[in-house]
């Protein structure tokens, strides 16, 4: 049987070169920046025309300049595995209130695009905005708006009014906590990975990171903890806590060995390093949703309880604490 187009059509994907890519050859650029793919893998690529450059066709070694647009039709790209089974907990004419599970991506990146959480609403309900964003490995409550002019309401300051996580980390976190500082680039060779610090950094880039945490319930070295985000940044809760010396338990990049998340991208984690990880994925939750709904003015607020194995890890944590 001949197989139905996708209704949301083809994927392409465009990537704008940067400062940190300007200079660079374009296989090179490609093998460090979409890994799931070699450089020779790459040059495959590059010589069957699916990739131009300034919507031209260019050789593997062409030099790349600031500014440069790289554009790649990848057909029908084979896809990791993902959990699919999303579920939507309110629905109306202007807006969707999701609660993803825990091995989803979001938005099209890497090898993920149909197998994202993106085109699945797409293809249910056509045009969708996400409001507020959450790691492929991080479950719980997501708001998407169903047109543009939903999401510049739902985006103007104040709409959203609380966004509240639950994390299982590493260690007897304190009573309370509020961390209000600012987040950096880590350095190293994760260019994504990111360092908190109370201090404001003397040199950019950095932006500002406040989280209010309190502990929830504490056994057997890890603690639940609650976070309320004051900003919205990138990576703010995990690469917070894991400044504070309480990592996320489950987190390759932010947890006790970044090397875990190598080992991951090549599907190279051992029996130990799972076992060290505790969880399959972080366990980072996002447990409460309030926003003003733009069409009736009304606030409206959601909860979602932790997954079953998250709620299950926190029982034998208070059982492990009440025989201690």
Not at 26 to 55: H, K, M, P, Q
Not at 252 to 277: I, N, S, V, W
Request: glycine share 8%; proline share 7%.
């Amino acid at each position: 049987m001949k197989a139905l187009p996708d209704p949301v059509g083809p994927r392409i994907i465009r990537t704008a070169v940067d400062w940190s890519g300007a200079g660079t050859v374009l296989a090179d650029y490609l093998a460090g920046r979409f890994t799931y793919r070699s450089r020779a893998e790459w040059c495959e690529r590059i010589e069957t025309g699916e990739i131009t450059v300034n919507d031209r066709p260019a050789p593997p070694e062409v030099i790349l300049n600031l500014h440069d647009v790289i554009e790649y039709r990848p057909g029908d790209l084979p896809e990791p595995s993902a959990e699919l089974d999303y579920r939507v907990v309110f629905e109306s004419p202007e807006l969707l209130v999701i609660d993803k599970p825990g091995n989803l991506c979001v938005h099209p990146a890497g090898p993920f695009f149909r197998h994202t959480l993106w085109h699945l609403l797409r293809v249910r309900y056509g045009e969708v905005h996400f409001i507020n964003r959450l790691d492929r490995e991080t479950s719980g409550l997501l708001l998407a708006a169903r047109s543009a002019a939903a999401a510049k309401l739902l985006s103007r300051g104040g709409q959203v009014r609380a966004k509240i996580y639950q994390a299982i980390v590493h260690g007897d976190f304190p009573e309370a906590l509020d961390a209000e500082g600012f987040l950096r680039p880590a350095g190293g060779i994760i260019r994504k990975k990111r360092c908190f610090t109370f201090k404001m950094p003397e040199n950019p880039p950095f932006e500002s990171a406040v989280t209010k945490f309190v502990r929830l319930r504490r056994g057997g070295g890890f603690s639940l903890v609650r976070a309320e985000l004051g900003t919205g940044r990138m990576h703010q809760i995990r690469a917070t806590l894991a400044a504070l010396g309480y990592p996320v338990a489950g987190d390759k990049l932010y947890g006790p060995d970044e090397r875990f998340y190598l080992k991951q991208r090549g599907d190279e984690l051992t029996a130990a390093d799972r076992e060290r990880l505790i969880f399959s994925r972080q366990a980072l939750h996002s447990a409460e949703l309030e926003f003003r709904d733009p069409a009736s003015g009304e606030v409206r607020r959601f909860r979602s309880p932790l997954p079953a194995e998250l709620a299950d890890f926190v029982n034998r944590m208070e059982r492990t604490c009440a025989h201690g």
